[in-house]
């Protein structure tokens, strides 16, 4: 066996492959999508009035000519960078969680408790209380509605230092419909995904006349929702890898809006044929590998075996560790839980990994891997 790099071109093409630190987007060339649309283009002028209402110009710099729409950096006392800001205004944060009416007007004292707030491109600041858009999955907003709600899984650190993420939802009112609306639309500015729900009325009453609010604001757009293929080995990790991906993946891709079909592998080598025959069109943001070491490897020689490599290399793969050993997702992107796996999906990005071929010299069959080849006795010492 011979482990040198091969001299057939087309496998010299296929040196790297792109593994997907977490995808929910691909390239023009391969999708033909945009994966951030304009949100509301008929309402810019106004837009632009609201957030001139409420942003912060430094007049220093006005006074020197400079444009004060230049996006500056925003350090706060709480955290080191939080980036240039996008919006700020007043926001009434519902600790209960609930609603008690459709239109949620904020009453003389919920005006009175309201805390300023203030979206920048990292992070959302209410009060003292500091939430990274990293840990934000989606928002949901009910059309003409005062509030919004925000679906986030922030990281929490145990008594023994180590850290785990829970969902939480941040539910919160606007003093005015116009700023409820901008809230939202600066949230999809910064790619996350916008779940717009029918007004609270309408759910109540079907047969209730429309509210002429609902015809006053263009609809909200967000970004188109990901399709994706999730191959998944029901046997991986001592059979505990289906309620793995069930509970603690799945809802975090449904949230985010991710149109998924699941297919579960029944015998070895299954993994390898669906990728290296499933269409690409179908499921044009890519394959999520749900298992350990071993499904990931059948994957990448299922794509890299097909006649349109060239294609295949582009298309994402995300990994929801879920097997005894889950050395490949550790060594690449430094996560080796499902959770913050499937985050990082979700948020998209690409990391590129190196794929080793090696060429059977009797049979001129090409094995392609990522981390080690084996050959001949392995025992069963890991390293720690």
């Avoid at 934000?136 to 785990?164: N, R």
């Avoid at 419909?177 to 790619?191: G, M, P, R």
């Avoid at 075996?305 to 793969?317: G, K, W």
């Avoid at 690449?332 to 590129?352: C, M």
Wanted: aromatic residues 8%; charged residues 25%; hydrophobic residues 35%.
């Amino acid at each position: 066996m011979d482990g040198t790099e091969l001299e057939n071109p087309t496998s010299r093409n296929s040196s790297q492959k792109s593994s997907r630190r977490s995808s929910s987007r691909r390239s023009q060339k391969s999708a033909g999508q945009q994966s951030s649309p304009t949100v509301f283009p008929e309402k810019k002028g106004k837009s632009r009035t609201l957030r001139q209402k409420h942003a912060a110009v430094d007049t220093k710099d006005a006074r020197k000519g400079k444009n004060p729409e230049r996006r500056t950096d925003v350090v706060d006392e709480m955290s080191n960078f939080v980036g240039f800001e996008v919006y700020a205004g007043k926001l009434f944060f519902d600790r209960k969680n609930k609603s008690k009416g459709v239109d949620d007007h904020l009453s003389a004292n919920r005006k009175a408790d309201a805390t300023d707030a203030r979206l920048t491109s990292k992070v959302l600041i209410w009060g003292s209380t500091v939430l990274s858009l990293e840990d934000v999955i989606s928002v949901s907003y009910s059309s003409g509605a005062q509030h919004f709600t925000l679906h986030a899984y922030p990281a929490k650190s145990s008594l023994f230092g180590k850290t785990h993420r829970v969902r939480k939802d941040f539910r919160f009112i606007a003093s005015a419909l116009d700023e409820a609306i901008l809230w939202v639309q600066c949230f999809a500015e910064q790619n996350i995904y916008i779940n717009v729900l029918p007004h609270p009325s309408a759910e109540q009453d079907a047969d209730a006349p429309l509210d002429g609010v609902l015809f006053d604001y263009p609809p909200i757009k967000s970004r188109t929702p990901p399709r994706i293929l999730v191959i998944l080995n029901p046997r991986s990790g001592h059979g505990r890898s289906s309620k793995v991906f069930h509970d603690k993946a799945e809802p975090i891709f449904k949230l985010a809006g991710f149109q998924m079909e699941v297919v579960k592998t029944t015998h070895a080598g299954h993994a390898k044929s669906l990728a290296s025959t499933f269409d690409f069109y179908a499921f044009p943001d890519g394959i999520v590998c749900v298992g350990g070491d071993g499904i990931v490897n059948e994957v990448f020689n299922g794509l890299l075996s097909r006649s349109d490599r060239t294609e295949a290399v582009s298309i994402p793969v995300g990994i929801i560790p879920a097997g005894s050993d889950n050395s490949l997702i550790w060594t690449v992107l430094g996560v080796k839980d499902p959770v913050s796996a499937s985050l990082l999906i979700v948020k998209g990005g690409f990391t590129t990994l190196d794929i080793l071929a090696v060429e059977w010299l009797q049979s001129g069959l090409i094995h392609f891997g990522t981390t080690v080849s084996y050959y001949g006795f392995v025992s069963d010492g890991k390293f720690k």
